[in-house]
T-cell receptor, first 111, second 114 residues
Framework: LAKTTQPISMDSYEGQEVNITCSHNNIATNDYITWYQQFPSQGPRFIIQGYKTKVTNEVASLFIPADRKSSTLSLPRVSLSDTAVYYC????????????FGTGTRLTIIP | NAGVTQTPKFQVLKTGQSMTLQCAQDMNHEYMSWYRQDPGMGLRLIHY???????DQGEVPNGYNVSRSTTEDFPLRLLSAAPSQTSVYFC?????????????FGSGTRLTVV
C-alpha cells in the first residue's frame, strides 16, 4: 500500500483558499487518491477522489500532477465550518478495502 | 434512508466483559468495515467485509470478531474487553458501482473499558 505524508496542521483565515498537499511517492498504477474530512465526534466524510489531472466538485478541487507522486486538495474561500481533519488516502478504486487513514491534517480556520 | 447506523453511541464496560457493537446500513452497500480511532490519531482498520458471508482482517484485528450474515448488518464483537480497547469505533460502508468509491461512515460508538 502506498504511504502518504501530509502536514500535521495548518491554519488559515476565513475567505481564503486553502491548499493541503499530500505526498505519495510509491503510488501504484491502479491507485486512486481520495480525500476525507472529519469533524470532531463524527465519522469521516468522503470529499473527492481522482486519478490524474484535476477533479472538481461542489466542495473542493483535487490537483494531481502528471507523475502522481503528490496531490493537492484545494478548498475555495474557507469558512469556520471547514475546521476539521483532512485525510489523504491512496488505494485501488475497487477491490482493496485495506485503506490506511494516517493522522491527517488538522485545519483550523481563524475568523 | 438512514445511511449507516451504529448502536450504542456510548458504552462503558468492565475489563473481561464482552459486548457487540451493532452496525446497519440501508443503502445495499456490499462493502463494510470497522475502524477504531484513538485520541489524536487516525483510523485503524479492524475487520472488513466485501459481501455477505465474507470477512477479512484489517490492521488491528486481535480481540475482535465479526460476521456478515446479511448485506445490511456487520456487528463487531469484543470477546473479553481490555482497557486498550477504549476507543471510538466507526463502521463504514460503500457501494461497488463505478459512480462512487467513497465510504459512508456511521457516527461512531465511544467505548470505555475500565
Amino acid at each position: 500500500l502506498a504511504k502518504t505524508t501530509q502536514p500535521i496542521s495548518m491554519d488559515s483565515y476565513e475567505g481564503q483558499e486553502v491548499n493541503i498537499t499530500c505526498s505519495h511517492n510509491n503510488i501504484a498504477t491502479n491507485d486512486y487518491i481520495t480525500w476525507y474530512q472529519q469533524f470532531p465526534s463524527q465519522g469521516p466524510r468522503f470529499i473527492i477522489q481522482g486519478y490524474k489531472t484535476k477533479v472538481t466538485n461542489e466542495v473542493a478541487s483535487l490537483f494531481i500532477p502528471a507523475d502522481r507522486k503528490s496531490s493537492t486538495l484545494s478548498l475555495p474561500r474557507v469558512s469556520l465550518s471547514d475546521t476539521a481533519v483532512y485525510y489523504c488516502l491512496v488505494g485501488e478504486k475497487f477491490g482493496n478495502e485495506k485503506l490506511t487513514f494516517g493522522t491527517g491534517t488538522r485545519l483550523t480556520i481563524i475568523p | 434512508n438512514a445511511g449507516v447506523t451504529q448502536t450504542p453511541k456510548f458504552q462503558v464496560l468492565k475489563t473481561g466483559q464482552s459486548m457487540t457493537l451493532q452496525c446497519a446500513q440501508d443503502m445495499n452497500h456490499e462493502y463494510m468495515s470497522w475502524y477504531r480511532q484513538d485520541p489524536g490519531m487516525g483510523l485503524r482498520l479492524i475487520h472488513y467485509s466485501v459481501g455477505a458471508g465474507i470477512t477479512d482482517q484489517g490492521e488491528v484485528p486481535n480481540g475482535y470478531n465479526v460476521s456478515r450474515s446479511t448485506t445490511e448488518d456487520f456487528p463487531l464483537r469484543l470477546l473479553s474487553a481490555a482497557p486498550s480497547q477504549t476507543s471510538v469505533y466507526f463502521c463504514a460502508s460503500r457501494q461497488t458501482v463505478r459512480t462512487n468509491y467513497g465510504y459512508t461512515f456511521g457516527s461512531g460508538t465511544r467505548l470505555t473499558v475500565v
